[in-house]
């Protein structure tokens, strides 16, 4: 855990980037670093509950390895109430510094299905809750089982936000947040997103994927406009679709060989006054069989703004299918192993500052774990179990060891 502290440090800079955050308070005892420390850290071993990463702060052990005096304080609460005085604006400044950083520390590579560098936008849920802790909570109602076996009807609150996840190579980073407000689509709140983070990685990007619900005017143009191609799986409720729908009755398709993949193709003009672009058309039908168990879609049906030169229709099969990856891979590993009990009150700041740190926790385990079982010969094969060896269970010997051999103070 020392060595993984110290790559964090020298990779990322990140304890020393987290005390520059602007502290709303006046005349601190407690540092910020300290308790942002703590968040990170405490999220990093997926520890499911604000309040127990809160009670880090009472650990003498940890207290002694961030550098804390007793007279500083310290508490659940109070570490809770700081990051709902963060701005949510440097926290999205955070994040595009730790996508910039990864990509110079080579993390975060070009290889992958693509051939171009790629990211998805899509929507991520997160902290349920029966109990209402903020006024940008959404709400549904949801019927629950008693230990009795009857069922009822309750209120459950939630917050829903888009991420734009760079998604080339083999590891996965979330370069931001955009949080919902109550009432809000998602496309509002993506368009928003993109809007704000597009010119600035218009030289790091190529492409930028969504579902079905990107396949619109308002999609294409932002992405478009920002100098990249974007592609989406079709709604099947735009002109375009009826235009392919008519190539498919009357011409035969082209079987892509090496997948058995049937693909029918075509330019489309019916957005092109809008757009100043024509769009392309990849309808693809699996001609192959697949296993029950795995779900396969039989037809794939993408819209997208790239050239034939540079994605092939066939490709189109492969990168329209790979948005499930992520769909089924990274925000799932975030839902699962990076949740969080919703049970304080805090604003949005302290919701973006929660995903910022969570998702930086998930990419820099990923990475450490590349970097440490690269150099070793004798690191676990599986992820599980070098995450049980080197997260869990040494980061009690870490503390333990905390009285005898402490770290620089982190503020």
Known sequence: MRQMRSYAQKVFAKDARLAQLTDARSNPTLPLSAVLSTWQWGLLRQTPSTEQIGDLLKDRRWRARLGLQPEQGGSPDRAAQILDGLSTEEWQQMMLEDFFLARRAGLLTDDGLYGKRCAVVDLNELFNSET?????????????????????????????????TWVSGPISLVIGWEVLAPGEGELTAALRLLERLLPRLGKSLDLVLGDGLYCCRPFFKTVCGAGLDGLAISSGQTEMDEEIDLLRETDDPRVVLGIDVAVWEMESEAWSRDLKRKLRVIHCERRYAAPSWKHERKQLRVMTSVPVTILPAGQGWEVGRSRW??????????????????????????????????????????????HATARSQNAPSRFVQWFQQVVIEDWVRYLDGALLQPDQPSG
């Not at 209402?132 to 009857?150: M, Y």
């Open 132 to 164: 209402i802790h903020c006024p940008q909570c959404q709400v549904r109602e949801k019927t629950v089982q008693d230990e009795k076996g009857e069922k009822r009807i309750v209120q459950e609150y939630y917050h829903q936000v888009v991420a734009l």
């Open 325 to 370: 990856r992520i769909e089924n891979g990274t925000f799932n590993v975030l839902t699962r192993d990076y949740s969080l009990t919703h049970n304080y009150h805090h604003s949005v700041a302290a919701i973006v500052a929660l995903l910022a740190m969570r998702s930086f926790a998930c990419f820099l385990t990923q990475a450490y774990w590349s």
